[in-house]
């Protein structure tokens, strides 16, 4: 038994477990994704010696860097914090952009099986999905009408936020992860066996669809279209392009059906025909606040950001902004508030980096679009999960479509 467990098949097979065990809970609760982070870390430390590691990240060196610059953007942050708690906190949570990115960055793409892992992420999607409608059917069964309470299926009542309460997940990166599944399904050469057969195709699809649109995620469903249509421009295929546009009519007429996501969407413009959103305005108040500062090289801190946010959500008169304590929900403005010009710099050529090395190839161009769309809408650095998905892709990706990522390899 000693000797199996000390044997390479051993070690293999289980690092490719617990690889599939991490990436199958990231839609699931935090609590279960950051145990099986650490598992997914000891299980890499058993196949690679810490020298043998160091040699590999040192050769890829260029590659590390960028997350290395973000963690230290947090350093520099509690430095420059009054309130050095926070700064802390913040610091610690962010800790997986540099332990996620070392673990994958060291491994070859053969260590990966691309397949398998979009497997355990549909896995764990359609386990969250399962969870969550459970809960909505429960809830509607034990109604005292529940033939009058079913219909509230479609409603604001059992979508976005309280559709995936059960699992504690952000409604936004449940449904960016179900696009990024979805259009590694319908893109990628790994997964084109599942569109031999177009009836099997759809059935499997369905489900997805279904649970994005009741998310309500605009940021999700406009990623999931500039995609295909980036796609269809690159190939030129005219064929994919009035598919593109049947689903883009087809999204709109199901915004009717549900109601709270067709809100959401008619709500970014008045009748007037200009753009309302109130996220705009209260960028608009953070960064006059930020002015007063006169900290506009290298800015606040990381700890004293939501002193920043408070004084703007009480002048603008942001009722819900201040009782919820929001942050930004902008990762460019949060950088720039707690790291300044140079914070702000940092982040934006990390992203150009990644779309440097990876030419955006495959499905590297999914997740660039979803990156750059869900930081103009949310702090997704200042969650965990939003820490996990991004440190673990952004590598993942590097390693997957990035021809040279060994020197003179």
Not at 220 to 232: C, D, E, G, Q, R
Not at 368 to 396: P, Q, T, Y
């Amino acid at each position: 038994m000693i000797k199996f467990l000390k044997s390479n098949n051993f070690k293999q097979s289980f690092f490719k477990i617990s690889t599939y065990l991490f990436v199958g809970t990231l839609p699931l609760f935090l609590s279960i994704n950051t145990i099986a982070i650490w598992i997914f870390v000891a299980s890499s430390f058993l196949v690679i010696s810490f020298k043998e590691r160091k040699q590999i990240l040192w050769k890829r060196r260029a590659f590390i860097i960028p997350f290395i610059l973000l963690f230290l953007l947090y350093v520099l942050g509690m430095f420059l914090s009054n309130d050095t708690a926070i700064a802390t906190k913040n610091l610690t949570r962010v800790l997986t952009l540099l332990i996620l990115p070392t673990i994958i960055l060291s491994h070859k793409k053969e260590d990966f099986n691309f397949k398998n892992i979009y497997y355990s992420l549909g896995i764990g999607l359609l386990i969250g999905m399962i969870i969550c409608w459970g809960f909505v059917i429960t809830s509607i069964l034990s109604n005292a009408t529940p033939l009058r309470q079913a219909p509230y299926f479609f409603e604001w009542i059992y979508s976005n936020w309280n559709l995936v309460k059960p699992i504690g997940v952000h409604p936004n990166y449940f449904a960016l992860l179900i696009v990024l599944l979805v259009l590694a399904i319908l893109k990628s050469e790994e997964l084109k066996f599942l569109k031999t057969n177009k009836l099997k195709l759809i059935l499997i699809l369905l489900p997805f669809f279904l649970f994005l649109l009741e998310l309500s995620s605009r940021v999700a469903i406009l990623a999931f279209i500039l995609v295909l249509v980036s796609s269809v421009i690159q190939k030129r295929n005219l064929k994919k392009g009035l598919l593109i546009s049947l689903f883009i009519v087809g999204v709109i007429f199901l915004s009717v059906k549900f109601d709270y996501l067709g809100n959401k969407f008619s709500g970014l413009i008045d009748g007037s025909g200009k753009v309302k959103i109130e996220r705009i305005q209260r960028w608009d108040f953070i960064t006059r606040e930020f002015k007063k500062e006169d900290k506009i090289l290298f800015g606040v801190g990381s700890g004293d950001t939501e002193n920043i946010y408070t004084r703007a959500y009480i002048n603008g008169s942001f009722k819900t902004a201040l009782k919820e304590n929001y942050n930004a929900h902008n990762q460019f403005l949060e950088f720039l508030i707690a790291n300044g010009i140079f914070g702000l710099i940092i982040f934006t050529w990390v992203i150009w980096f990644f779309a440097f090395k990876t030419r955006l190839k495959g499905e590297a161009l999914s997740f660039f679009i979803i990156i750059v769309l869900l930081s103009f809408i949310e702090s997704f650095l200042c969650r965990a999960k939003g820490v996990f998905i991004f440190s673990f892709f952004m590598s993942f990706f590097l390693l997957m479509y990035s021809d040279k990522l060994i020197k003179n390899e």
